[in-house]
């Protein structure tokens, strides 16, 4: 399977825990974003990154989240001291262009997250 | 501030009918608009996509009309099908990079 992988799957914390999110991008894809889905809601864009650059943060919470795309290894979204209202699916997508080119992202199954 | 809008929550179709699926944007400098699918505990599908200075694309039963005067898109499923049901997401965006997302509508093909 060549597509957008995330895991875990499900993700279970305590308040105050952190929470480590992975995504692994569509082979040959350098642009990787970030989006949150809370129930009954629809996508909510958090973030945007190349290879070692965040190029686009706008989305993300001022507090408590940061997200990195190394040279080497997965996407990582992480949340520190998680709350109740942290409790969502997050969805990572991939595309192969970034500005100025047109191509749709490509999403993986999402981490449900739920904090208790 | 929900810049792409999809007023229709749930809409039910008879199998073979056409679907309709609408969605309203705020934003007058969106210039990429798309289609997603989305089934239960999967990520979104990429279905079919339209730039701005077209009017119309066309992919097998799946049709996307761009209205840009009225800032509206619908995507046309025609026939419709069982497996069609899911929840679809229309999404805009003026820089290709930050895609804004409706708040789906969920299909029923009831056969």
């Known amino acids: 399977n060549a597509g957008v992988m995330q895991n875990p799957r499900h993700l279970v914390r305590r308040r105050g825990q952190e929470a480590r999110l992975r995504c692994s991008p569509v082979k040959g894809h350098s642009h990787v974003y970030w989006y949150r889905q809370l129930p009954e809601e629809g996508l909510k864009f958090m973030v945007y990154?190349?290879?070692?650059?965040?190029?686009?943060e706008s989305g993300m919470p001022k507090e408590r989240f940061s997200a990195e795309f190394p040279k080497e290894g997965p996407s990582i979204l992480r949340i520190q001291q998680v709350v109740r209202g942290d409790s969502a699916a997050y969805f990572c997508a991939s595309s192969s262009t970034g500005t100025g080119v047109y191509q749709p992202q490509h999403f993986g199954d999402g981490t449900r997250l739920s904090i208790l | 501030d929900q810049q792409v809008k999809q007023n229709s929550p749930s809409l039910s179709v008879q199998e073979g009918r056409i679907s309709i699926l609408n969605c309203d944007y705020t934003?007058?400098?969106?210039?990429?608009f798309l289609w997603y699918k989305k089934y239960p505990a999967e990520g979104p599908t990429f279905l079919i996509s339209i730039s701005s200075i077209k009017d119309k694309n066309e992919d097998g039963r799946f049709t996307v009309f761009l209205n840009k005067s009225a800032k509206h898109l619908s995507l046309h499923i025609v026939p419709s099908q069982p497996g069609d049901s899911a929840v679809y997401f229309c999404a805009a965006s003026n820089t290709g990079n930050q895609f804004y997302f409706g708040t789906g509508t969920s299909l029923t093909v009831i056969p």
């Open positions: 934003n007058s400098m969106f210039d990429y």
């Open positions: 990154l190349q290879k070692e650059n965040i190029i686009d």
